[in-house]
């Protein structure tokens, strides 16, 4: 077999590997929406003026992820408080931000442009949330990554005022936050 033709084939599988390798570390940069979801609902918790802004009726809005609707869409109805005042009332996917309709907070998946959404979730002070841990980098407020395999919420300070969350200050004891 002539040099040329093995050096071939030796580029080919490198070549794939280097496309595995890309599409595994992309990967590694969310959080399983199941698990990212609850965490989420029960961070949510902590924003100091939920009940007087919703209720205790969450909806969800979802722009990206049909996995993140799903998801939500099954803890729907169910308490995420010990006192049950406070519940998921409405999951909504979105294609594009919506016109008139003001969720408690949007999801914003692998397939959305987070810039797109934060520039709506800040125009009409809704949080911003994302199981892509480089997404809070990008301007969402509230993220979950994995560190040495356990969730880690993100908290993104600078979004999280344009958004005007007033947050227990209990969230800064169990985020890591950027700006």
């Not at 959080?31 to 990212?36: G, T």
């Not at 480089?134 to 993220?143: A, D, I, K, Y």
Request: proline content about 4%.
């Amino acid at each position: 077999m002539p040099v040329r033709h093995v050096a071939r084939g030796i580029a080919a599988i490198c070549a794939g590997w280097a496309v595995l390798g890309l599409a595994l570390a992309s990967g590694a940069q969310t959080v399983d929406v199941e698990l990212a979801s609850k965490i989420i609902v029960k961070i949510v918790m902590l924003d100091q003026d939920l009940l007087k802004k919703t209720g205790g009726k969450l909806e969800i809005g979802v722009i990206g992820s049909p996995e993140a609707v799903a998801a939500f869409t099954r803890l729907k109805g169910s308490a995420i408080d010990k006192d049950a005042s406070v519940s998921i009332s409405d999951v909504i996917a979105y294609e594009s931000m919506p016109p008139a309709s003001k969720p408690t907070l949007i999801f914003v998946g692998e397939g959305a442009d987070p810039a797109v959404v934060t520039k709506y979730t800040r125009g009409n002070q809704i949080l911003s949330v994302t199981n892509v841990a480089t997404f809070v980098e990008r301007g969402v407020t509230l993220g979950i990554e994995m560190e040495n395999n356990k969730p880690k919420v993100l908290l993104n300070l600078t979004s999280s005022e344009s958004e005007g969350l007033n947050w227990d200050p209990k969230i800064l004891k169990i985020s890591r936050t950027v700006r």
